[in-house]
């Protein structure tokens, strides 16, 4: 079996919210945030991602604009959903 298959995958439900405030849309988001505009894309969506890509692109965000809340909050395992 491919460990692929087996490894959680993770969502952050708040991002389409975080990104919406300061950027036009996903092509902006991705050069402010040295990004690829697919995966942020696939954020909007809410579609799972290794958690290490959410979190950078969190840590990102994080470095530029304030987050309400820690990153770890806003990481949500699809396994628990």
């Known amino acids: 079996m491919s460990k692929k298959k087996d490894r959680a995958w993770f969502v952050c439900q708040a991002w389409p919210e975080l990104v919406s405030r300061h950027y036009a849309n996903d092509a902006a988001a991705a050069h402010a945030l040295n990004a690829d505009t697919k995966q942020l894309a ?3 969506a809410a579609t799972p991602l290794p958690k290490s890509t959410v979190e950078r692109m ?24």
Not at 58 to 68: D, P, V
């Open 42 to 44: 696939k954020l909007r």
């Open 58 to 81: 969190l840590r990102r965000y994080a470095a530029r604009h304030e987050l309400a809340s820690p990153t770890a909050d806003l990481v949500v395992d699809t396994r628990t959903r």
